[in-house]
């Protein structure tokens, strides 16, 4: 089983703040992606990174792929309460997927 | 376009029951699919994948099986729940990368 860390696991912040996740691996992956789950719903896609170094921007969101492709982050500018959900990043090697402990992340108006 | 069908949402099953929990995918062949577990919160466990038809991978020693009868159905099984089987089950397919997931399955075992 390949693991991958998220931090913080937990994360409350006010609207218009700012906002990075983590998620690291001793794990080398062909490429990683980030979902955002709500409640009771599968989790959607965000991104898929693949090239070491990639940094992919989704209008307020950054999504960076360490150059190891080992680890990753999300940035978040400007924070909104629809941003609000549990936050998960997955490693693909082969056919597998494994994803990260997860971040769940509240942004208070 | 491709969707996925994953069901029930909701089932409450005692301790000791068999269960079934069926996934299908439409428009697309040969897909991959997968079994994940989630604990309330937190990250999905992979529990089982399968690259064709009667192939599958199990990732993790425990009391549930899978099958996949056909191309484009997948389905997780039980013969006896165990108490520790409550979670919330996704099925997901894939054309090689992303995931695509269904809605889930909350399963409580009382």
């Known amino acids: 089983t390949q693991l991958l860390e998220q931090s913080p696991q937990f994360l409350s912040i006010q609207e218009g703040e700012n906002l990075t996740v983590y998620c690291n691996s001793s794990?080398?992956?062909?490429?990683l992606q980030w979902y955002r789950q709500e409640p009771g719903e599968g989790p959607v896609l965000l991104v898929t990174v693949v090239t070491g170094g990639e940094v992919k921007k989704l209008k307020r969101l950054t999504f960076q792929f360490g150059d190891a492709r080992k680890d990753s982050s999300l940035h978040i500018t400007a924070a909104q309460p629809g941003d609000t959900g549990l936050y998960l990043c997955?490693?693909?090697?082969?056919?597998?997927?494994?994803f990260g402990t997860g971040t769940s992340l509240t942004v208070i108006p | 376009s491709q969707t996925i069908h994953q069901w029930p949402a909701t089932l409450v099953q005692p301790v000791g029951s068999p269960l079934s929990l069926e996934c299908t995918v439409e428009g697309t062949s040969n897909p991959n699919l997968y079994w994940y577990r989630q604990a309330a919160g937190r990250g999905l466990q992979l529990l089982f994948y399968?690259?064709?038809?009667?192939?599958i991978s199990s990732e993790v020693p425990q009391n549930l099986s899978a099958s996949r009868p056909q191309d484009r159905q997948f389905i997780l099984s039980s013969k006896k729940l165990l108490l520790s089987d409550s979670g919330f089950y996704l099925c997901?397919?894939?054309?090689?990368?992303?995931?695509?997931f269904g809605n889930g399955t909350r399963l409580t075992v009382t």
């Open positions: 399968s690259v064709g038809i009667g192939q």
């Open positions: 794990s080398v992956f062909s490429s």
């Open positions: 997955a490693g693909a090697t082969g056919n597998q997927f494994y």
């Open positions: 997901a397919w894939s054309p090689g990368t992303p995931l695509h």
